[in-house]
């Protein structure tokens, strides 16, 4: 066996602070096997090489091979008042999704091959336009309007066009979102929140960097829509709003005169803030500056109680605070468990539940198997 694989096994059981027999333990094997795997008597399977990775925060590539794949670059993490987000932070976040990649790759559950992605013109000072022609060819390539949508669906919709993994999990304070596409995966995280619109003006937003090509090094930030400078996040904001507002249907729905409700009551029926829709029909030229600021006074929850929609809000807010994880991701990952490749914690990890919990589901015991089969006498169909 490779002695430089064992040297960095050895390391990595040396890190655990750990006995062997407790690390044999945690892996499923016996101390006999790990001592043979150890002296290169025995191999290590892919199983026991994903394990160990994991256990470790590392890859099993990196158990091979010795290679840091992947380094993300230039992780810009914006702060705010709310919180102090760094790159090490939003570092910790792509490893999480990465490490998992990897190691079912390396157990031959890979992602499909990536899609390609619209072409963007060269960046220039018409970025606001570039990402109004993004946002319409992601339109006509989703099947359907994102207003039609809640924003789990969204995403889902989102992945299986472009081959993005995206995922909404608690973030360290003041991250909203974090884009990254390197040469072999396509990844977005969004902050966990009740505040389900911002999380939606994210998800558009973070999507708007990756298929400008703008995040082959991670984008890591705090979203201030309406204040960013820079040609990308330009781009990426004015690629947001048109996803999510298209021109020509709100152009179709807003009127001249409308006052602060009726702009909050289009902001409900397409899923956005009514400071996002004054914003965009102010950019339009629908209403004025002074229409904007009136509607700047009106909340998601006042738009959602004026259109009897306040119960969707709050199954919205709930929804978005719970998160989810990638869809391809989570099938690839179920599918390797349950074919044995790999553990249930990799798998519990990613859906953000007890591994014990999710055995239950997985895995149910005999009783209560036996107690869902179980019938009356007579009884012909159990609800």
């Not at 789990?152 to 360290?172: M, V």
């Not at 996040?233 to 249907?249: G, H, K, T």
């Amino acid at each position: 066996m490779n002695a430089a694989l064992i040297e960095r096994v050895r390391e990595v059981i040396g890190r655990a602070g750990q006995t062997q027999t407790a690390q044999a333990e945690r892996l499923g094997m016996t101390p006999d096997k790990l001592s043979k795997s150890l002296s290169g008597v025995r191999r290590f399977t892919s199983l026991e090489l994903a394990l160990l990775a994991d256990a470790a925060s590392t890859t099993v590539d990196w158990l091979i091979s010795g290679r840091q794949t992947r380094e993300a670059a230039n992780v810009a993490a914006r702060r705010n008042g709310d919180g102090d987000s760094t790159q090490a932070d939003a570092r910790e976040t792509l490893a999480r999704y990465e490490n998992l990649i990897d190691a079912l790759a390396r157990l031959g559950h890979c992602l499909p091959a990536l899609p390609s992605l619209p072409s963007v013109k060269d960046p220039s000072p018409r970025a606001i336009d570039q990402g109004e022609e993004l946002a319409n060819e992601a339109l006509t390539a989703l099947s359907k309007s994102p207003r039609l949508m809640g924003n789990e669906e969204l995403a889902a919709a989102c992945e299986g066009t472009y081959g993005i993994q995206i995922a909404a999990t608690k973030l360290p304070e003041g991250l909203d979102g974090v884009a990254w596409s390197p040469a072999d995966f396509r990844l977005i995280v969004v902050a966990s929140t009740a505040k389900w619109t911002r999380q939606r003006f994210t998800l558009a937003h973070e999507l708007g960097h990756v298929l400008a090509g703008d995040a082959q090094d991670a984008v890591a930030e705090h979203l201030s829509p309406g204040q960013s400078q820079s040609i990308h996040e330009m781009r990426a904001n004015s690629f947001a709003a048109a996803f999510l507002m298209p021109r020509d249907e709100v152009a179709r729905d807003a009127h001249a005169g409308m006052d602060a409700w009726a702009i909050g009551k289009l902001a409900w029926k397409y899923k956005v803030s009514p400071s996002a829709m004054a914003t965009r029909l102010k950019g339009l030229g629908l209403i004025d500056v002074d229409q904007r600021r009136e509607a700047l006074k009106i909340t998601t929850r006042d738009a959602a109680q004026a259109t009897g929609g306040l119960a969707d809000h709050l199954k919205g807010a709930k929804a978005a605070e719970q998160g989810w994880p990638p869809d391809t991701l989570s099938r690839l990952a179920a599918r390797a468990y349950l074919q044995g490749d790999m553990s249930v914690r990799p798998l519990a990890s990613l859906w953000e539940v007890d591994p014990a919990t999710l055995l239950d589901v997985l895995e149910p015991s005999e009783d209560a198997a036996s107690e869902s089969t179980t019938v009356e006498a007579g009884l012909v169909f159990t609800p």
